[in-house]
């Protein structure tokens, strides 16, 4: 459940600053490869696909990772 509500808190966090628009049943494809360059740029992209299970040490690091 920790991952749905941090895939929520993204989406929510992306839509609100324009970065990427709300997921419809008709816009997939473009709504994923959006999130997924959004995630990239703002180093979040490892953590949200399980590539980057080990927390950083640096605490800004850290909240960011938490997210």
Sequence with gaps: MQW???Y???VELASSIGG???LTHINYNNW???LETYLQ?????D????AD???PKSIKAMR???I
Excluded at 47 to 50: A, D, E, K, L, P
């Design 20 to 22: 990427v628009g709300k």
């Design 32 to 34: 994923r490869s959006c």
């Design 47 to 50: 953590v949200v696909n399980g």
């Design 4 to 6: 749905i509500r941090t």
């Design 8 to 10: 929520s808190f993204v």
């Design 53 to 55: 299970t080990t927390p």
């Design 64 to 66: 960011k990772w938490k």
């Design 41 to 45: 740029g703002q180093y979040l992209w």
